[in-house]
């Protein structure tokens, strides 16, 4: 499975951005997909995780702001970011697990993606 991740840039605090991550080889519906985020001299933190039998999931710091979804048909995942915060600017990793949702958040998911870089100016 290979994961390719687009979408990231510079943006101003209040404004949003729609991160992708897109899909080929060996990959699967049923495989949970998710979002991970590494900050400047900080661990990477999971942000998001989306899996057709456990529904979609956030960490506290990004429920009500951002917004996981796929589209099974174009084998796509998205991240919808909206109100960013400086405090949201890291790199993001797009991720995909063939197991479940709960062990691509709290293991170390199979498949990654290359990262790219979201910046929020204050």
């Known amino acids: 499975v290979q994961l390719q991740a687009s979408g990231g840039g510079l943006v101003q605090a209040g404004g949003s951005l729609r991160l992708s991550c897109a899909a080929s080889?060996?990959?699967?519906?049923?495989?949970?997909m998710g979002w991970f985020r590494q900050a400047p001299g900080k661990e990477r933190e999971f942000v998001a995780s989306?899996?057709?039998?456990?529904?979609?999931y956030y960490v506290d710091s990004v429920k009500g702001r951002f917004t996981i979804s796929r589209d099974s048909a174009k084998n796509t995942m998205y991240l919808q970011m909206n109100s960013l915060k400086p405090e949201d600017t890291a790199v993001y990793y797009c991720?995909?697990?063939?197991?479940?949702?709960?062990?691509?958040?709290?293991?170390?998911?199979?498949?990654w993606g290359q990262g790219t870089q979201v910046t929020v100016s204050s």
């Open positions: 080889g060996r990959t699967s519906s049923t495989y949970a």
């Open positions: 991720a995909a697990d063939p197991r479940s949702s709960q062990n691509l958040r709290t293991k170390v998911p199979d498949y």
């Open positions: 989306i899996s057709r039998w456990e529904g979609t």
